[in-house]
Structure formats: C-alpha cells, structure tokens
C-alpha cells in the first residue's frame, strides 16, 4: 500500500470513532509523511487526548501550519492558554485557520481582551467571516451586544454561523425582539437556523411570554428537524411554560425520545410553576423508573410545587427524602424554599428555626423568605430581625424594605416607617417599577404603573375598574388600593 493509502485508512478510523486503530495503523505503517503525523495529531485532539497529540507534535520530524493550528487547537481545548500562544507564535508561517483557531480559542476561553488584542493584528480580518463571527460570539459573551451586532453588520458574506452567533447572543443577553427580528431576517435569506439557535429564539418567546411567536418558531423548529433534539426540546418546554401552555408544555416533553436529566428537572420545574403538585409529583416517579436519578434541582422545584400548593409537611417529607432516599445535601436555596413554604403558612417560629440550624449561614433569600412570612402574618418581631438582617446583607431590591414598612404601619409604628423609608433614600434604592404584559391579536401590550402614555388608557381604566368590582363582589382578592407602600413619594393606609 502507499502512504496516500495507509493516511486514509488512518482518517477513516479517526472519522468512525476507532482513535486506537488509527494509532496501530500509524506505528505500522512503512513510511510517514507529514500527512500521516498531522491526521493523528488531529485525531487525538479531537478525542481530547491532547497529552498524546502533544508527544507526537514533539516526536514530528518536520512539522507544517496544520501541525501547529492542531497542536493549538488541542492547547485551547485544554486551557493551556500560553501554551497556545507560544506555540502560534513559533509558527514560522500562519494561515488564517491558525489566526482563527487561535482568536476562537481566546474567546472560549473567556480571554475576550486577548482576543480583541489578536483579532486587531489579523491580516485581512475583515474578509475572514469565521474570525469575524468568532468575536461577534465574544463580544455577545462580555454583554457588549451593539458592539458584536456592529461587527456582524460588517461581515459581507453572512452565513447561517454568523446569524446563529448573534441571534445567540441577543437571546443570551435578553435582547429577544432583536434575537426573533434576527431569525425572520435569517429565514428570508433561505439560510438554516442551527438546533442551537432554535433553542435560543425559544428562550426570547419565554422571555416575552409571546406564546403566538412561541408557536411560529415552534414551527420553525420542525421545519428545519430541530425538533428531534433534547436541548431544542427542553427551551421547548421552558418556553410553553412561561406562556402559560402547560399543555403543550407536556405534549413538548413527550417528543423527547430519551429525555435527559434537564428534560426531566425542566418539565417537573413547569408543573411547580404552575401549581401542579401531583404532576410534578408523578413526573418525578416516571423519572426514577426510566433510570434518571434526580438531583438537587429536582427536589428544588417539587419544593416549589409544595409553596404553590400550600403544602407544609409534603414540603417538610420532600426534604428529608432528597437526603435519606437519595443522598442529596440541601443547599442554601433547598432552606430558603422550606422557609418560604413555613413562613407563608404561619409557621414564622419553625422558619426562624431551621435559619438558626442550617449548616449554611443564612443568605438574602432565606431572610428575604422569613421577612415575607411576618409581612404575610403581621409578626413585627421577627420582621425587624429579618428586615434589619436583609439590610445588612447588603440587598438593593427595593421589596424588603417596603414589606418591613408596611409591617411597621400595620402596627401603627409611623415612625418606623419614616425611618425605613429613610433608609431606602440613604442607600439610593428606589422602588423597581413593575409592569405586566397581555398578548392580543398577535401584539404584546405592555402596561407600567403609573404610565398613562397608551392611546386606549381611559378604556384601560374603566376596564381595571369594572375588574375590581366584579372580584370584590365575588371576594376573591383584596382592593387594588389595598397597599400601604404604594411608591416612593406617596404612602397611604386603609
């Protein structure tokens, strides 16, 4: 056989997964050329055995730029950052792979300024769409989003890589209208959006609680054969759940031939959102017959499904069982969860137990958790302690403090108030305005407190009126009115 054809066996067993083979091939073979030393080079860093790859590289009696952009690539792979670079570096002759391996490598391994630093030196970077989509990817990474979507406004020839990357990394950084605009843009220019980038328009639709876009990408999913794939599956799920679909939510579940742990923790997670205990409940027995054993995140949601529900001692079973049944340790959210859960049943004492207990030092979300429970039950007492702690803790929400102020004014204690309200101005925190939205006839309308630019607002007002009419005759809630922190500026009692 010739060496063409002792290389092409050797490539053939890195292709096929048989990485041993290739290797007894080439300690057999009669004669090397720089091909067969590069081929198993390559294959070693492409099974991650990068130690291997570097005692060939090593053993190379005459090695060329693909000998080294494998050798950096493997570098990268592995961490060895400078390696990396003094390897690149040494090159006597780099070609834009090794230019774009190298920048690539940076930016995986969040060494963006390095990157930058690179990509600035590169020859005829600004023709090169594989370096150019590599930064846009870092600069999505380090939150400069305009500044990544300059540069893919740059690239002349965008491929379905490049729109990928920053329909990516408009979802990653909640930009999800700019991320579902990107996609249609995509879609126009007869490219296909990668399984990756499905799942990233489906966490905009979540985003946006849009369950019409959430279907129209739902389609798209389809369409391009995303759907097969548990990750696109799982954003799937996500996002029908925080449209309030818990129907196609678990029809969504159901595509998933072998759901993994996160299609399990996922699916479990919507149906505690939505207060479904028993679903999650039975979710969780399908999951330990098919042999997925869950995890902390698992028991942190049928945590959340008990809070919904109201479910004290299931909470309180759920939580010995994740420890005796499954040898799990409960982290700090696991308490904070529990203490929600005794605190917003009126169990305040046996909250402010197992803060005292928990192996863990008692963190915002757990005093934050107690300091709601005493709002819920008026418990002045334990309020000051949990409020005064969250304020050492150093919290900037606005909540705490105002739950701790309309605990002193349901006590009377105006003065605290004052103080409290003092406190907020202090440390700069001003109340968050919180807004909602609805969905009607394929448009999201969004609505902030105290906001009357909308061109329809007397009818929205007339409309919420009639609402609280109707529900204080039929007594589900209390009066909107029904606050004594109402901003900033304005307090008021009932």
């Not at 004052?418 to 909602?436: C, D, F, N």
Request: net charge negative; charged share 20%.
């Amino acid at each position: 056989m010739t060496v063409v054809t002792w290389n092409s066996m050797i490539a053939g067993c890195v292709e096929n997964d048989c990485i041993d083979d290739a290797t007894m091939y080439f300690r057999t073979m009669p004669e090397q050329n720089v091909g067969s030393w590069n081929a198993m080079i390559s294959g070693y860093v492409k099974y991650g055995m990068v130690e291997e790859a570097e005692r060939l590289f090593d053993e190379m009696p005459k090695k060329n730029v693909i000998s080294y952009t494998a050798m950096i690539d493997g570098c990268m792979k592995k961490g060895e950052i400078d390696k990396a670079r003094l390897l690149f570096e040494r090159m006597p002759h780099k070609n834009e792979v090794s230019w774009t391996v190298m920048i690539s490598g940076y930016v995986e391994n969040e060494c963006f300024d390095e990157a930058k630093e690179l990509f600035q030196k590169m020859p005829d970077k600004n023709e090169n769409v594989v370096a150019m989509t590599a930064m846009v990817v870092g600069y999505c990474k380090e939150g400069r989003v305009e500044e990544g979507r300059i540069l893919f406004d740059g690239i002349l020839f965008k491929d379905s890589v490049a729109y990928n990357a920053m329909i990516s990394g408009y979802a990653q950084n909640g930009h999800s209208k700019e991320a579902l605009k990107l996609l249609v843009e995509m879609l126009r220019m007869s490219l296909r959006p990668d399984q990756s980038s499905c799942a990233s328009v489906l966490s905009a639709c979540a985003a946006l609680a849009s369950p019409v876009a959430g279907r129209q990408t739902h389609a798209v999913v389809i369409k391009h054969g995303a759907d097969s794939n548990v990750s696109a599956c799982n954003a799937l799920i996500t996002m029908y759940s925080k449209c309030g679909s818990i129907f196609e939510c678990e029809l969504a579940f159901e595509l998933i031939t072998s759901p993994d742990l996160i299609s399990w923790n996922t699916i479990i997670a919507a149906f505690a959102q939505h207060g479904l205990y028993k679903k999650a409940v039975a979710f969780l027995e399908r999951m330990v017959l098919r042999g997925c054993e869950p995890d902390g995140i698992t028991f942190l949601s049928l945590l959340s499904a008990c809070a919904h529900a109201g479910l004290v001692s299931q909470s309180v079973s759920w939580f010995d069982s994740m420890m005796k049944n499954y040898n799990i340790t409960p982290r700090p959210e696991h308490y904070a969860c529990l203490i929600d859960i005794l605190g917003r049943a009126g169990q305040l004492d046996k909250a402010y137990n197992i803060i005292q207990e928990s192996p863990f030092q008692a963190d915002l979300a757990a005093w934050g958790a107690l300091l709601a429970g005493c709002r819920a039950h008026s418990n002045v007492e334990l309020g000051q302690l949990a409020g005064t702690r969250v304020m050492e803790l150093g919290g900037d929400s606005s909540g705490p403090y105002i739950m701790l102020s309309n605990i002193y004014a349901e006590a009377g204690m105006w003065g605290e108030v004052t103080r409290v309200r003092g406190l907020m101005k202090e440390h700069g925190i001003r109340k968050q305005p919180a807004y909602s939205w609805t969905e009607i006839e394929n448009k999201v309308h969004y609505f902030l407190g105290g906001d009357i630019s909308h061109p329809r607002i007397r009818e929205i007002h007339t409309t919420l009126k009639q609402m609280n009419l109707q529900m204080k005759f039929q007594e589900k809630v209390l009066d909107f009115t029904d606050f004594y922190f109402l901003d900033e500026l304005n307090c008021t009692c009932k």
